[in-house]
């Protein structure tokens, strides 16, 4: 099974992208879905979690700003980004988690926001 993430691209400074993640199967056990980012020379940190009873946690710097979502029947998370500043210029990676505590990644997508 791949994550397959989508929807990065160049947008100016108080702009929006939505991000897609989409599985290419179904992964057994899925109890977290989320989104990482990695700014050049920094490391990967974490955006947004989903948990399955729904549950939302954010970074403090996009609190407010972005939102995590998920459409069960299309196996889907979306991250929905507003407001967006240059320091929100990344590769964004889609991420699983089991209960077996098997991780998943996607291939990552490059978000550029110029000021």
């Known amino acids: 099974v791949q994550l397959q993430a989508s929807g990065g691209g ?4 108080g702009g929006s992208l ?3 993640c989409a599985a290419s199967g179904k992964i057994s056990g899925v109890n977290l879905r989320g989104w990482y980012r990695q700014a050049p020379g920094k490391e990967r940190e ?3 979690t989903i ?4 549950i939302t946690n954010y970074e403090d710097s996009v609190k407010g700003r972005f939102t995590i979502s998920r459409d069960i ?3 889907t998370v979306y991250l929905q980004m507003n ?3 240059p320091e929100d210029t990344a590769v964004y990676f889609c991420y699983s988690k089991t209960i077996y505590e098997r991780e998943y990644w996607g291939q990552g997508t490059p978000v550029t926001v110029s000021s």
């Not at 160049?10 to 400074?13: M, R, S």
């Open 46 to 48: 974490l955006v947004a």
């Open 73 to 75: 029947a299309k196996n």
């Open 10 to 13: 160049l947008v100016q400074a």
């Open 83 to 85: 407001s967006l500043k």
């Open 51 to 54: 948990i399955n009873n729904g």
């Open 18 to 20: 939505r991000l897609s």
